[in-house]
Every structure is written in structure tokens, then in C-alpha cells.
């Protein structure tokens, strides 16, 4: 069977997915990335080998994430896309008409706007805790509540508390004097959802009209009570698709699909044999010119596979040469 494998690599989560011709997903890999996106990738595409059942060839790869040049090397990468492309393409294939994509990851969040099937606006946030799923990790810890709960225990509450939502710094004084005036447990973890999704909604949807259908992806989707929060912050129903936590990976793949559908060569795809290969990466400071770019390379044995990170690309090409 001919398979195409997505790779999104972020900071928090690495997830492989392979989808068939007609674009739905067969297997899936959902592991964390822990600080060496390397390691996670190659071990993914161990533990996907490991769920195929069948005989399958791999004839294209798509990557994207925090972590896609990278790890479009270490896989092989048809083609590398940025996290936007790749959400908005995999939300049309799972709710088709989709025309408003809330995203909230570990470390980051977006929104997507889409009108007859095409980007029109986004926006990302990149630097502040408060509107990702960090913020909510730290305080279910501080409450001592498995992340995992912590949506089911905010969808019992019937009067959530009020919690300053600008900053984590200010929400987490505000939850402790919640608890200390004797608010429940519920209404807190409802008024930190309710907290997360004002954030989010600050800085990210602030003069954009959010039309349905509105589709909530991301492994922040998986929490029930953020999927209330929205609903009734923006009154109007809010899709959480069976894949949210991999829809990075399956746009990835559906875009890898699209490429090679209109291309006659043969799959860069290293195979799973590159789960045992060494890869090391370096960097260093061009001083060519006053841009002073941090290029990083990657480098198996003594061989150059690839440079990324300046701006005017000749390293990128003198890599390619050495290559060849």
C-alpha cells in the first residue's frame, strides 16, 4: 500500500502520521519532544514501524513545526512547510468548509482564517505562557491535578472564578487567593480555562470575525473544559476534530501527497533505517556581513547534509554542493 508520512515536530509534542491516497489517517505517533526533537523523530519512526501491519512504501514526506528543517533531514522531507499551511490544509480535510482554526499548542498558539478554502488572515503568539498549554500544565500542578483531569474536574463547575488571565505570573497569585477565600477546586480550574481562552482571544482574535465553521485543534483540544470556555466566551459552536492532537503531521502528509501527486521522481524518504543513524548539529555565527546570521548544520559521520538559518541562503547552497 503507498502510505505519505507527516512529521510536525514542536517543542512540547513530535508527532508522525501516515495517511493513505485518500487522505485519512492509518497510523499515528503522538510522543513528547523533551528538548532533542533528533531523538524524537527517529524514535517516533520506530514506534510507528512498530504499528504497521501490513507491508507499506512510504512514497512521500512532508515536515513542518518549530523543528521542520530539521527534521526533513533526518527523515528525508519531500517537502517542509511552515505550522499554519499545514493546520489550515488538515482542517479543510477533516471539516470541509472550515473557516476559523483556534490552535493552541504546549509552548505556542494561532489562529487561522479561511474564506472559500484560502489563508486570509492569521496570527501567532509566540511569547506569552498565558495562551498556551503550558500555562495550564503549571497550574494543574500547583493544584496537584493530573493535566489529563483537569478538563473533566472545569466542565462539573457551575460558577467558574474569576482569574486574571493577562499574565501567568498575576493568575497564578489570583488562583491562590481563590483557594485561600475557599473557592472549589471546579470553579477554579474553570475560571483558569475560562482565564486561558481571554488570552488567547485578546491577543490573537482582537478584530477578526470568527465564523463557523470553527475548528479547535491542538493538544490543548483534548481538555473539555477549554472547548466550554470558548463556546461560551464566543457563543457559537466549536468542532474538535478526532485528530486535533496530530493535525500539524496530517497536513504535512496531505501536502507531501499533493507534491508528489504532481511530481514523476522517487521519494527522498531516508526509510525507517534512519532511526539508527547518528546525526550531529552545530552552529555558528557568519560574519560575511553585518546581518550576522547563527547558521546551524547538520552533519552525519563526516558528511554535510544541510545548513539553514541565513538569510542571504549561500550556506544553504554550499551545503547542496558538498551533497552532490
Known sequence: MKVFLGVDVGSVSTNLVLINNQCSAIQWIYRRTQGRPIEAVQQGLVDLESLIEEPVEITGVGTTGSARFLSGVVVGADIVKNEITAHAVAAQQLVPGVRTVLEIGGQDSKIIILRDGIVVDFAMNTVCAAGTGS?????????????????????????????????????????????????????????????????????????????????????????????????????????????HHVMGAIGAAILAKEKMDRQAYKSKFRGFEASGQEFRTSSFQCAGCTNTCEVVKIKTGRKLLACWGGRCGKWEEAALKDRI
Open 135 to 243: 500555562f495550564l500544565d503549571h497550574q494543574a500542578e500547583r493544584l496537584d491535578l493530573p493535566i489529563e483531569e483537569f478538563g473533566r474536574v472545569a466542565s462539573k463547575s457551575n460558577s467558574p472564578a474569576h482569574i486574571a488571565g493577562r499574565c501567568t505570573v498575576f493568575a497564578e497569585s489570583d488562583m491562590i487567593h481563590k483557594q485561600q477565600v475557599g473557592c472549589s477546586i471546579e470553579d477554579i480550574t474553570a475560571g483558569l480555562c475560562e482565564a486561558l481562552v481571554r488570552n488567547y482571544l485578546n491577543n490573537l482574535a482582537k478584530g477578526r470575525k470568527l465564523q463557523e465553521p470553527i475548528v479547535f485543534q491542538g493538544g490543548v483540544a483534548a481538555n473539555i473544559g477549554i472547548k466550554k470556555a470558548f463556546e461560551k466566551a464566543i457563543s457559537s459552536e466549536v468542532v474538535v476534530p478526532r485528530y
